[in-house]
């Protein structure tokens, strides 16, 4: 699609954003989102993370116009989101996306290509592309109450992408898929991000979010808790070693008797060092710890987002 802002122009902008509800037979206020302000760039890949109640579909719902905002504005290529010429450019997978389960894959993308006024060639072209594109080409002939729920959040995607938008917008994308698919549509996410697209997304799986994107925001308790640059953010001097091994039951009593926090997996027994590792491979050496591995391991966007969350507190109300 035809692009009309300038290449520097933020693709999707927050101003200060709040939104209260009203809940429960007192109508008790909840504030859901609390001041969130952020910028993706054209053609960035933009992680929007948190636990669960942090506010990121409310943000996201007001960024798609299906709330409005108690405070703060959007702005969606540089104007106001509402303009129908912008909305053409976005993608949008909601988190629990829901269709007509009469309908088959074929159908249900038909009806959203007809909502973009997209021409019947064209629109046959579009579909045979993108449910093969998302490993539903075999099946495109099926309704839509026979798929597994991974399968309709692949149906989902290629819906999103029917309009080949400037803008892909996906609450939990990843969502319901097995491994393979988890796979697949990390490697289209990449395609997309090769040709161009701008893409935000949430997610809680922390390892695709780490794999895919330029930049992540950590959203707690409705606020921004981090923002910046995968490589701002994670610390490269921050290191630690990761030590797997097989003990005895008293060699391990002794450790946690040390006050070390010990994983067990199975046979096997995990533990992390900051710091020196000397003394601590001393002990398992002389206890008759049999070593699997001694990895050196540095910051990950798990470790910045679990302090994060514990940094913040969580006494206060999730929303």
């Given at each position: 699609?035809?692009?009309?802002?300038?290449?520097?122009?933020?693709v999707?902008?927050?101003f200060?954003?709040?939104?209260?509800?009203?809940?429960?037979?007192r109508?008790?206020?909840?504030?859901?989102?609390?001041?969130?302000?952020?910028?993706?760039?054209?053609?960035?890949?933009?992680?929007?993370?948190?636990?669960?109640?942090?506010?990121?579909?409310?943000?996201?719902?007001?960024?798609?116009?299906?709330?409005?905002?108690?405070?703060?504005?959007?702005?969606?290529?540089?104007?106001?989101?509402?303009?129908?010429?912008?909305?053409?450019?976005?993608?949008?997978?909601?988190?629990?996306?829901?269709?007509?389960?009469?309908?088959?894959?074929?159908?249900?993308?038909?009806?959203?290509?007809?909502?973009?006024?997209?021409?019947?060639?064209?629109?046959?072209?579009?579909?045979?592309?993108?449910?093969?594109?998302?490993?539903?080409?075999?099946?495109?002939?099926?309704?839509?109450?026979?798929?597994?729920?991974?399968?309709?959040?692949?149906?989902?995607?290629?819906?999103?992408?029917i309009?080949?938008?400037?803008?892909?917008?996906?609450?939990?994308?990843?969502?319901?898929l097995?491994?393979?698919?988890?796979?697949?549509?990390?490697?289209?996410?990449?395609?997309?991000?090769?040709?161009?697209?701008?893409?935000?997304?949430?997610?809680?799986?922390?390892?695709?979010?780490?794999?895919?994107?330029?930049?992540?925001?950590?959203?707690?308790?409705?606020?921004?808790?981090?923002?910046?640059?995968?490589?701002?953010?994670?610390?490269?001097?921050?290191?630690?070693?990761?030590?797997?091994?097989?003990?005895?039951?008293?060699?391990?009593?002794?450790?946690?008797?040390?006050?070390?926090?010990?994983?067990?997996?199975?046979?096997?027994?995990?533990?992390?060092?900051?710091?020196s590792?000397?003394?601590?491979?001393?002990?398992?050496?002389?206890?008759?710890?049999?070593?699997?591995?001694?990895?050196?391991?540095?910051?990950?966007?798990?470790?910045?987002?679990?302090?994060?969350?514990?940094?913040?507190?969580?006494?206060?109300?999730?929303?």
């Amino acid at each position: 699609m035809t692009t009309e802002s300038s290449p520097s122009t933020p693709v999707l902008e927050f101003f200060d954003l709040h939104k209260k509800f009203a809940v429960g037979l007192r109508m008790k206020k909840v504030e859901a989102v609390r001041g969130v302000s952020l910028s993706v760039a054209p053609g960035e890949v933009f992680g929007f993370l948190g636990p669960n109640g942090a506010g990121k579909t409310t943000t996201i719902k007001m960024a798609m116009g299906l709330i409005r905002p108690t405070q703060g504005s959007i702005q969606l290529f540089g104007g106001e989101p509402e303009r129908l010429e912008a909305r053409a450019r976005v993608g949008y997978l909601p988190e629990h996306p829901y269709f007509y389960d009469y309908l088959k894959p074929t159908e249900i993308l038909d009806f959203y290509a007809r909502i973009f006024g997209i021409s019947r060639s064209e629109r046959k072209r579009r579909i045979d592309s993108l449910l093969e594109r998302v490993g539903l080409g075999d099946v495109r002939n099926r309704t839509l109450r026979k798929f597994s729920k991974g399968m309709l959040q692949r149906v989902g995607i290629a819906q999103s992408l029917i309009n080949d938008p400037d803008l892909l917008v996906l609450d939990e994308p990843l969502s319901g898929l097995d491994p393979i698919g988890r796979k697949e549509v990390r490697d289209l996410l990449v395609e997309l991000r090769r040709a161009g697209k701008t893409i935000f997304f949430s997610s809680h799986i922390l390892s695709d979010i780490e794999m895919l994107c330029d930049k992540v925001a950590i959203v707690h308790h409705g606020r921004i808790q981090s923002i910046g640059r995968m490589d701002d953010l994670l610390n490269p001097d921050q290191m630690s070693t990761e030590i797997t091994f097989r003990a005895s039951d008293s060699l391990l009593g002794q450790l946690k008797a040390d006050g070390m926090e010990v994983d067990v997996l199975g046979d096997y027994m995990r533990l992390r060092i900051e710091g020196s590792t000397t003394s601590i491979l001393s002990t398992l050496l002389e206890g008759g710890a049999q070593i699997d591995s001694v990895l050196p391991k540095r910051e990950s966007l798990e470790d910045l987002f679990v302090r994060g969350v514990v940094q913040s507190g969580d006494t206060e109300e999730a929303s």
